[in-house]
């Protein structure tokens, strides 16, 4: 079967689902419109795994490397012979991946939202948004073209605001929405600005045509955008770096991280789909999508890895301080994306220097599955305990047997302990970062222990620690809700299979920065040093709660400032504040305020002032008394008259 | 018996012109400012008239003139009645003071 048959299909499916259930789902199918989405996303998961066979074992290889394919490519808008923007659909290792994530993890969001979104008053909106979403990520993930992916980019963004914004009764998730809307916003002018001045200097928006001419040194175009500087810095500084900025929004990277932890106030299931396994590492996808020409410019790279890595662990830090499970997960997020930054970071182009690219790849891929198990199973805590405070809970583990082993082989994996997923990609991150860069191998290892701890924190702060009142006493027993229904545990039970699996598909061979399979043993001796710290976080994790005891309080009493800012995730947030509302409103809003209030506004109003007082003086004119106007008329006639007999002389 | 001069008929006509307009200005019953119209048209004739005689006395155009404003005074009075009589019925007056809707 050739691509283009059914290729299109994948993006075109959700839009079509979204368009049926946008419109008629709350009148006609209130009650199967989650039907609807969910067969729609297991068709096009079906297509994605076809594809991907299609791709990986049968045709997508040429001499034993991985050829990048456009079945579908329709020009959309031509503005010069060589320039125009175009819809299609491109293959090649990395988007094929990115399809099989997104539909996969899509679908078992789907599935899990039966149970958890029942009864809900918008149901039907609900899987509209979320069709929305994914072919807005899947339209994203197979672009030929930088304009295209920008489209698609804002397409995500604003399907993230309105599932973020889903409870739009509560201001908590207003508030949140807008946020998460604004901040990637301004990291989007910047992501435009990027594409502008590529394209400007590689005279194309087409991926393909504009990596070969700025990657191959004697073209006029790469000669253009080197020579040319701003600053004192070149121009493909200035594009790769403003466009990571995009990226670097979209994937909550220091210090535009903040939308994230409060994005949490959307739907949990939402938070698994959008907000940790595919939208937020879209950032990622930009770079890697770029990495050819990222790997020319050291400059870049390096702002890519630093900023990753301080991400990655800045949001460790936080997230062991945090007492809300939701956000102690959006930290995590944050850190594991920290991770695949870095790991771009710190990659060169080509086969052996390429490990960096691989890894980040392959933990983007393993920390879909464990990351949005996570956030499934928080999910189904919070369904039973209907609050997201770590105190609220406890003891769940007899209650929640199934949440209770998927959480704990999903903190496995993230911690990475061997032989869980996020063991393998996780060294080969640390390997890379060991072979290019030593400050930023720390940085990684340390981050990894936080990791540990913090996870098992969670994990023990909700399925162990206070056993009384038990948890029939707290009303949430069986009777209630039990662990929720079957299309609740079902993802839950696949998602931990596959985050058992997924460390063993020898990733390497499929996926490397320029096609060609790479070998990467794995270096037992190497691994020692990270997986003995992580058991040693999760052992000290377990001393501290897995009962109650005193010993966290005194710890954090001793640790006092260090505590508390991480607690206020490092006053972050503040200093955005007291930018924006002391320097920036008070500096440029108040006097444009000013200026729009008393000198736009004020001549307007001089204008109307003037005609208004001009009508007052000659409105008595108009008295409605016949013969005043006909005094006025003979007036007028007398005064033509001798006008006409003194001056028509 | 001498002629009268152009001028003494003038004067008449002009009296009786300024006659008209000044009932037309200051009377506020609309039967008495028809009436004032009624008066200016007149001077109008007898100026035509005695143009006519005076001027062109082979020619009669002034006195068809004449003929024409008649008829159509005529005609104007009896829509200007029409209009008064209307007036009437929704005003319950004939006092033009009285008809000033169409004011500002």
Known sequence: MSYESYITLIPLLPLLSFVLLGLFGRKYFKNFSGIIGTVVLLAITVLSFITAYQYFFVDGKVNDVYQSIIPVKYIWLQFSPNVSIDMGVVLDPISVMMLIVVSFVSLMVHIFSLGYMKGEERFSTYYAFLSLFTFSMLGLVVSTNIFQIYIFWELVGISSYLLIGFYFDKPSAVAASKKAFIVTRFADVGFLIGILILAFHAETLDFKTLIERLTSTQSSQFISITTSSFLGVSMLTWGLTLVFIGGAGKSAMFPLHIWLPDAMEGPTPVSALIHAATMVVAGVYLVARLFPLYSFDVVALNIVAYVGAISALLAAIIACTQTDIKRVLAYSTMSQIGYMMFALGVSRYGSEQGLGYMASMFHLFTHAFFKSLLFLCAGAVIHVVHSNEMKDMGGLRKLMPITHIAFLIACLAIAGIPPFSGFFSKEEILTAAYNSNKLIYTIGVFTSMFTAFYMFRLYFSIFWAKTSPSPLERGWGEAAHGEGTLSMKFPLVVLTICTVAVGFIPFASFVTSDGAPLETPIDIVFSILPVALAVAAILFAARLYRRQNELPEKISTSLGALYRSAYKKFYIDEIYLFITKKIIFNLVGRPAAWIDKNIVDGFMNLLATVTAKISAMIKGLQSGKVQDYALYFFGGVAGLAVLFIYLGK | ?104
């Open chain 2, 1 to 104: 018996m001498s002629e009268i001069p152009l001028s003494h008929i003038l004067f008449v006509s002009t009296a009786l012109f300024f006659i008209g307009m000044y009932g037309l200005f200051t009377r506020r019953n609309m039967i008495t400012m028809l009436m004032s119209i009624e008066l200016i048209l007149n001077s109008v004739n007898i100026n035509f008239v005695a143009f006519n005689k005076y001027l062109y006395p082979n020619q009669l155009n002034g006195i068809f003139f004449t003929i024409f404003i008649i008829t159509i005074a005529a005609a104007e009075a009896a829509v200007a009645i029409a209009i008064i009589i209307n007036l009437y019925r929704s005003h319950h007056s004939i006092d033009v003071e009285d008809a000033d809707e169409l004011k500002w």
